[in-house]
T-cell receptor, first 109, second 114 residues
Framework: GQSLEQPSEVTAVEGAIVQINCTYQ??????LSWYQQHDGGAPTFLSY????GLEETGRFSSFLSRSDSYGYLLLQELQMKDSASYFC??????????FGKGTRLHILP | DAMVIQNPRYQVTQFGKPVTLSCSQT?????MYWYQQKSSQAPKLLFH???????NEADTPDNFQSRRPNTSFCFLDIRSPGLGDAAMYLC?????????????FGPGTRLTVT
């Protein structure tokens, strides 16, 4: 079978840095995506890692370690608008993505 | 702007009364997906089309059907909605099967079953 684990909630302070972890178990792994979803909104694609290492896109970075079946999303200089749910999703050889249960990020002023 | 559009945004139907949700896209993407998302849960894939090739998830109830009459449009039919089918239904697209990891979502249709 396949499974993804990520924390259900994370709290951080405005201006700080937060890391959201994701561990996965799947067969035929191709890569790991991250999506952001605000309350009542649609998921929005943030990043994709197929190879080990860190990918940076502005304030957001994503990391993958294939040997550890582990990845994380790093958000820097947190802003109140970053309050949302963040989903990791694995792409495997079935040519579809499976979403984790999501991490709700709370940001305190 | 190229986008994924879903209509209606909110749909109320009665228990057992068929309902159709619609999705259109101006991205000219080959792949279209339907997801069901319940409160505080992950989106759950119901089925997807690669062009006209329909792919049903093994655990998608027979109560759910889909049609894709052309590249731009896709429909979700719920033949006999039950109370457990109340959810947000999300339509998404990807350019092709090599870019499945990057999906573009519509705003969703929130279905209420009374």
């Amino acid at each position: 079978g396949q499974s993804l684990e990520q924390p259900s909630e994370v709290t951080a302070v405005e201006g700080a840095i937060v890391q959201i972890n994701c561990t996965y178990q799947t067969s035929g792994f191709y890569g790991l995506s991250w999506y952001q979803q605000h309350d009542g909104g649609a998921p929005t694609f943030l990043s994709y890692n197929a190879l080990d290492g860190l990918e940076e896109t502005g304030r957001f970075s994503s990391f993958l370690s294939r040997s550890d079946s582990y990845g994380y999303l790093l958000l820097q200089e947190l802003q109140m608008k970053d309050s949302a749910s963040y989903f990791c999703a694995v792409m495997n050889r079935d040519d579809k993505i499976i979403f984790g249960k999501g991490t709700r990020l709370h940001i305190l002023p | 702007d190229a986008m994924v559009i879903q209509n209606p945004r909110y749909q109320v139907t009665q228990f057992g009364k068929p309902v159709t949700l619609s999705c259109s896209q101006t991205l000219n993407h080959n792949v279209m997906y339907w997801y069901q998302q319940k409160s505080s849960q992950a989106p759950k894939l119901l089925f997807h089309y690669y062009d006209k090739d329909f792919n049903n998830e093994a655990d998608t109830p027979d109560n759910f059907q889909s049609r894709r009459p052309n590249t731009s449009f896709c429909f979700l039919d719920i033949r006999s909605p039950g109370l457990g089918d109340a959810a947000m239904y999300l339509c998404a697209t990807s350019r092709d099967m090599t870019t499945v990891y990057e999906q573009y979502f519509g705003p969703g249709t929130r279905l209420t079953v009374t």
